[in-house]
């Protein structure tokens, strides 16, 4: 069975620096990974999606995430973190489908002004 | 555009009680349909999901149930609530087992 793994549970970033957010998985054939955003008391929303082709997908919100094969990862970066920014993060896999996900923890993030 | 609507969103519940979360889609047609739990630090765990309407897969075995009465309703029950129902469920939706999920703002659940 496939699984990920988040090893942040929470960050915090001062507004303008970059971010990365680390996402491992776990599954023996190429997934379909994603990254959602959850603001408090709210559903998710995606941010990006990889299913198949280019390593490095762009998505809304300027979030970019890169799919490195050799390292099971698809970490989720950002040049610049605005206050709105402020969320809990998700990563998410799918084994062979695109929609029975497994998702990790997620990461809480927290933008310093 | 497709919209997803859940309600309420938030209930209190005495243990023992009955459940019903209701979730409905619009704008698609035909949408494979899922319930989410999502707990404290425990990110999201699938409970049941449709493909069409009468067809429900479990994903755990558990206090609930879910039923597709329509092709875009899907309901969520539980004919006596447990404390450990606690949580925060989520409705999704997708267009087919290859596209990407699309979630409600979920029903904040508290068994007392």
């Known amino acids: 069975a496939q699984s990920v793994t988040q090893p942040d549970i929470h960050i915090t970033v001062s507004e303008g620096a970059s971010l990365e957010l680390r996402c491992n998985y776990s599954?023996?054939?190429?997934?379909?990974l994603f990254w959602y955003v959850q603001s408090p008391g709210q559903g998710l929303q995606l941010l990006l999606k990889?299913?198949?082709?280019?390593?490095l997908v762009q998505g809304i919100k300027g979030f970019e995430a890169e799919f490195k094969r050799s390292q099971s990862s698809f970490n989720l970066r950002k040049p610049s973190v605005h206050w709105s920014d402020a969320a809990e993060y998700f990563c998410?896999?799918?084994?062979?489908?695109?929609?029975?996900?497994?998702f990790g923890t997620g990461t809480r993030l927290q933008v310093t002004l | 555009s497709q919209t997803i609507h859940q309600w309420p969103a938030t209930l209190v519940q005495p243990v023992g009680s009955p459940l019903s979360l209701e979730c409905t889609v619009e704008?698609?047609?035909?949408?494979?349909l899922y319930w989410y739990r999502q707990a404290a630090g425990r990110g999201l765990q699938l409970l049941f999901y449709s493909v069409g309407i009468g067809q429900i897969s479990s994903e755990v075995p558990q206090n609930l149930s879910a039923s597709r009465p329509q092709d875009r309703q899907f309901i969520l029950s539980s004919k006596k609530l447990l404390l450990s129902d606690s949580g925060f469920y989520l409705c999704?939706?997708?267009?087919?087992?290859?596209?990407?999920?699309?979630f409600g703002n979920g029903t904040r659940l508290t068994v007392t």
């Open positions: 990889y299913f198949s082709g280019d390593t």
């Open positions: 704008g698609t047609s035909n949408p494979n």
């Open positions: 599954y023996g054939a190429t997934p379909y």
């Open positions: 999704a939706w997708s267009g087919g087992l290859n596209s990407p999920l699309h």
């Open positions: 998410a896999v799918g084994a062979g489908t695109a929609s029975k996900l497994t």
